[in-house]
Nanobody
């Protein structure tokens, strides 16, 4: 069983920044890809950003140029750097690991509000 633990969420003003972390209980290179998803109240969960085992990254159009996904092999951790945050970025953010099975973290709340 794989455990994913997210951290770094919180309350931030519009235009601010946050960095989310997703720590995995085993090497992240054992997964096909790692992804960040978010779910706002009343909305479906959506893919925000992902990074493949080979390091290829992809982003939702709504966050391109503002969010950056990265990883630290030594720490088995994937990050989501979020800049120029907007109120519409408010959601619970989840980390997902895709391999022979899919694994999800518990989520971390991000609130963008003045």
């Amino acid at each position: 069983q794989v455990q994913l633990v997210e951290s770094g969420g919180g309350l931030v003003q519009p235009g601010g920044s946050l960095r989310l972390s997703c720590a995995a209980s085993r090497t992240i290179f054992s997964f096909i890809a790692m992804g960040w998803y978010r779910q706002a109240p009343g909305k479906l969960r959506e893919l925000v950003a992902s990074i493949s085992g080979g390091g290829f990254t992809s982003y939702a159009d709504s966050v391109k140029g503002r969010f950056t996904v990265s990883r630290d092999k030594a720490k088995n951790t994937v990050y989501l750097q979020m800049n120029s945050l907007k109120p519409e970025d408010t959601a619970v953010y989840y980390c997902k690991a895709t391999g022979t099975s899919d694994y999800w973290g518990q989520g971390t709340q991000v609130t963008v509000s003045s």
